[in-house]
C-alpha cells in the first residue's frame, strides 16, 4: 500500500511529519513505563542514528536532552541502551569509544 504514495503526496497527507515523529519518540522517552522507555531506546538505536540526516541538529539535541533525562533513573538496562545509541555498542572490553569528530 505505502509503495503507491509519492513524496509530494506525504508532504500533503503528513506535513509536520518530522516534528510528529520526534514528539512520538520524545514522549516515549518520558514515559513513567520502564518497558516503554527501553522499546523507544532500542527503536532509537535501529532506526534513528544520530549521525542519520534525519532530523536538524536542534531536533537532535532535544531528542538527546530527553535520553540524558533517562540517565538519573540509574536503570542498568536503560543506562546501557541510552550509552549505546549515543555511543554506538562497547568493545570487547565492555568500553565505549568516545572520539570527537570535527565537522
Request: aromatic share 8%; charged share 25%; hydrophobic share 40%.
Amino acid at each position: 500500500m505505502l509503495d503507491n504514495i509519492q513524496e509530494d503526496d506525504l508532504q500533503i497527507e503528513y506535513p509536520n511529519k518530522s516534528s510528529l515523529v520526534l514528539n512520538a519518540l520524545i514522549s516515549g522517552l518520558e514515559e513513567d513505563n520502564n518497558l516503554v522507555q527501553k522499546m523507544c531506546l532500542d527503536f532509537l538505536h535501529s532506526h534513528f542514528k544520530l549521525a542519520s540526516p534525519l532530523f536538524s541538529d536542534k531536533e537532535k539535541a532535544t531528542l538527546v536532552e530527553a535520553a540524558l533525562n533517562l540517565l538519573m533513573k540509574k536503570d542498568q538496562q536503560i543506562l546501557r541502551r541510552v550509552y549505546t545509541w549515543l555511543f554506538g555498542p562497547p568493545d570487547m572490553e565492555n568500553k565505549y569509544q568516545v572520539t570527537e569528530k570535527n565537522k
